[in-house]
């Protein structure tokens, strides 16, 4: 398969890519483990090759034990967190239907916008970005609006924010109500316990808590969810995100729905392998513990957290941009300077806060100083005095 080439090409060829090198302390895409780039580069096979339904397979089994579920269905949508969210949304949420969201940040905005334009009557209960709702609320909410469908976001990426969900599915399930949570940032990076807290429908990502480059969304479906569409009979209004068709192709027939992103499963199912390998428990541990340690040395340096201690992510942590520090500068010396890649706010906490992931391979207390000495670094050449 070799071409010879009888005169140069009439246009300028472009230097080999090269990255650089990066430290992705921002709250996703996050680092990749090198096995995980390793299974990118092998062959792929047809999207229907037994050996290609076999990696779905184990795909499936391996992410029901980091979502926490015995009976989910799974499902890996061919698209980002975002693809996952609209799977969500556009599956369970029909026209005309009350769609009930609690609305603290960024992402819980962006289900309201998929839930509109799919037709349904949204309502929010609203609260200031980084703060969480406590039980009395949820369910006064809930019983005063008795919606068909909630949503909620797990870990608000935009905030810091941790919402538990219990109390959510608990007061939805007593209206007839089926749940959707935003798991995106949450999923490999802490317990979802999907079964424990009654959740319908979790959607993920690959790029953030799993440490795999973006590209797919994990699904799990309870079975009461997947009961309530089968009986559906409106054909959902996303084909290409028709959850019934792609359960069917990737679990039932194997028959032909759209040709999967053969590498990315390939990449998905390496990336789990390391956390299997790893244990989930010892990870979600790991990262605790680092999260402990970052906090600790954040306030020694008189800086202070966005969310209060009991409802904070422990993977992406978010500090107060102190007063006088230009908070896009101080990204911009740890970009430039040791390539270090964090994010700011935006929205409402636009110039506000730093978010700062701390997760997969870079959560161990090395990185965590390393990141740290960096960060004195910047924020001192931007003014601040430690
Ligand atoms: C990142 C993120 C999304 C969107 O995921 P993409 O992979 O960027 O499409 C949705 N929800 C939350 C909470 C996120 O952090």
Redo the contacts with the bound molecule.
Sequence with gaps: MSATRSSAPAYDLLAPLQPPTRYLFG??PSMVHPRVYQALSKPIVGHLDPFFIQVMQDVQELLKRIFGTKDASILVISG????G?EAAVSNFVEPGSKFAVFANGY?SD?LTEMAKRQGANVVRLEKPWGETYADAEISEFIRRERPSVVGY?H???STGALQPGRAICAAAHEVGALVIA?C??SLGGLAVDFDQTGIDIAYS?T??GLSCP?GL?PLAISPRAMDWLRAKTTPSRSWYLDIKLIHDYSTVSHRYHHTAPISMFYALREALQVIAEEGVENRWDRHRRCHRFFVREIEAMGLRMHVPTEFRIPTLNTVVVPAGVDEPKVRKRLLDGPGIEIAGGFGPLAGKIFRIGVMGPLATEDNVQFFLKEFRKALSAEGYSI
């Excluded at 980002?80 to 693809?83: C, E, I, R």
């Design positions: 709250p996703g980002t967190g975002s693809a969210m992402f962006r976001v870990a608000e990426t935003d995106v940032t990502c790029q953030k973006p969304s």
